[in-house]
């Protein structure tokens, strides 16, 4: 595994970890272990509440990084909860994954 990849894993994963601590219910937080299973929980878990996924499905491979980052920076002066760590995970996960992507369209 590349030094990147796993640098992407761990950090993942400490997300994780903070979100399942943070939540202090097991049954809401299913800690993964692969980047995709990280971005799939934190979206639901943090962008659901207020969007249909189809919604977010639909802008995937539509926008720059720059973009997802305004759009996520708007998203939490508009009130959503999201620490700078998931807000650069999410940012991150939506900037790669591409128009269809079954972590956010399924």
């Not at 970890?17 to 202090?24: I, N």
């Not at 299913?30 to 207020?50: L, R």
């Not at 919604?55 to 491979?61: H, K, P, Q, V, W």
């Amino acid at each position: 595994m590349s030094r990147n990849k796993l640098g992407i894993t761990i950090f993942a994963l400490l997300v994780s970890v903070f979100l399942y601590a943070a939540c202090g219910d097991s049954s809401e937080v299913v800690v993964a272990t692969s980047t995709n299973g990280d971005c799939q929980t934190t979206i639901n878990a943090k962008c659901v509440k207020c969007h249909y996924k189809t919604r977010i499905c639909d802008a995937l491979g539509t926008k720059s990084k720059r973009k997802w980052k305004r759009t996520i920076k708007f998203m939490v002066k508009q009130g959503a909860q999201l620490s700078k760590e998931e807000q650069a995970l999410v940012v991150e996960c939506l900037n790669t994954m591409p128009k269809g992507s079954e972590t956010v369209c399924k």
